[in-house]
């Protein structure tokens, strides 16, 4: 899926995380973030991907307009994060988008830069065996309806 998608769940699975610790520490000042809670952040985050990415869709968003936006939406997310939760956001984040810096980083920088990179697919989500991937616009509404299924588990992990 598009990047922005994995930057959605990423936000709702830290905004669900940090539920969790929103009551204040015994000081009176605002509990952080414990590190198994980042640790799990950033697990589910990857884990996330790896379902996000088995299902079958499409990118609906032009790659070069995607990576910006999700950038710009994870900017804006963090600024607008109580200081004891920004952690915790790029955790989740960093979980989110790393199947990606691992596997697609090393081609895209080789494309763009003129490098040579190794270039191995480590996570078998990127494999084509496991793709959900529908390059060729196949199946259109099978990608709507998995988006909107992602998009909805987002609004609820943000509700509860």
């Known amino acids: 899926m598009n990047v ?11 905004a669900f ?6 009551r204040p520490a015994s000081g009176g000042t605002a509990a952080r973030p414990s590190l198994l809670i980042a640790v ?19 990118y609906p968003i032009p790659s070069g307009m995607d990576v910006v936006f999700s ?3 994870f900017t804006v997310a963090v600024a ?20 990606d810096l691992v596997d697609l980083g090393p ?5 763009h830069l003129g490098w040579s990179l190794p270039s191995v697919k480590i996570f ?3 494999w084509p065996q496991y793709s959900g991937s529908l390059d ?18 987002c609004v609820s992990l943000c509700w509860f």
Request: glycine share 8%.
């Open 136 to 153: 060729h616009g196949a199946n259109n509404l099978q990608s709507v309806v998995s988006h909107s299924v992602f998009i909805g588990f």
């Open 124 to 126: 078998p989500l990127h």
């Open 40 to 58: 799990i952040g950033f697990v589910a985050g990857v884990v996330e991907h790896g379902v996000m990415d088995y299902v079958p869709h499409s």
């Open 17 to 22: 995380l940090s539920s969790t610790q929103s």
């Open 80 to 99: 607008l994060t109580k200081p004891q939760f920004r952690v915790l956001v790029t955790v989740c984040f960093i979980g989110s988008i790393f199947p």
């Open 4 to 14: 922005t998608f994995h930057t959605t769940v990423a936000l709702a699975t830290a």
């Open 71 to 73: 950038i710009i939406l």
């Open 107 to 111: 081609p895209i920088l080789n494309r």
